[in-house]
């Protein structure tokens, strides 16, 4: 990879970590070294110098939502009437502190966000809307999708 303002050059070495810790992120260094063929602190030192410079940005268990009870994935389209005004950056404030949504995405198009929302039930998700989405001022419009089958739900981004 080439070094611009926001990408980090990787050599092949530092690739193979990351692909290995996005598959298990509770890889101890030792083990990154074993299927590396490094020891234990090269390992140690490539992990440290790709957290601190903000390539690996955070572990995480990848959890199962529906045996948590939540049975709903929503995709939620927020379109506002006013972009000058500040309801936009109040409503992502507002958003940012809401457990169930999993995304917000300001994006192109007929919408201004695209949210993901999890909820228990139909009933859950719908007052989510009424009691959350509703109130926030400026919003003119909210479509909701609902997920009917995950063909694919990813989060490991490909570094190869």
Not at 34 to 39: Q, R
Request: contains cysteine; glycine residues 4%.
């Amino acid at each position: 990879m080439r070094k611009t303002d926001q990408t980090v050059e990787l050599d092949a070495v530092d690739k193979q970590l990351l692909t290995l810790l996005q598959r298990d992120g509770s890889l101890s260094s030792a083990a990154l070294g074993e299927h590396l063929a490094l020891t234990v602190t090269p390992c140690w030192r490539r992990r440290k110098r790709l957290e601190d410079l903000g390539v690996i940005r955070d572990y995480q268990a990848n959890l199962d939502r529906r045996k948590l009870g939540f049975n709903v994935m929503a995709f939620a389209q927020i379109r506002f009437d006013n972009h000058s005004a500040d309801a936009p950056e109040k409503f992502e404030r507002v958003i940012l502190a809401l457990p169930e949504v999993l995304s917000c995405h300001k994006v192109t198009g007929e919408a201004d966000y695209v949210l993901t929302v999890l909820a228990q039930d139909l009933d859950s998700y719908g007052q989510f809307v009424e009691d959350v989405l509703r109130r926030q001022p400026g919003i003119v419009s909210i479509q909701s999708s609902l997920a009917l089958r995950e063909v694919k739900a990813e989060t490991r981004i490909p570094v190869e």
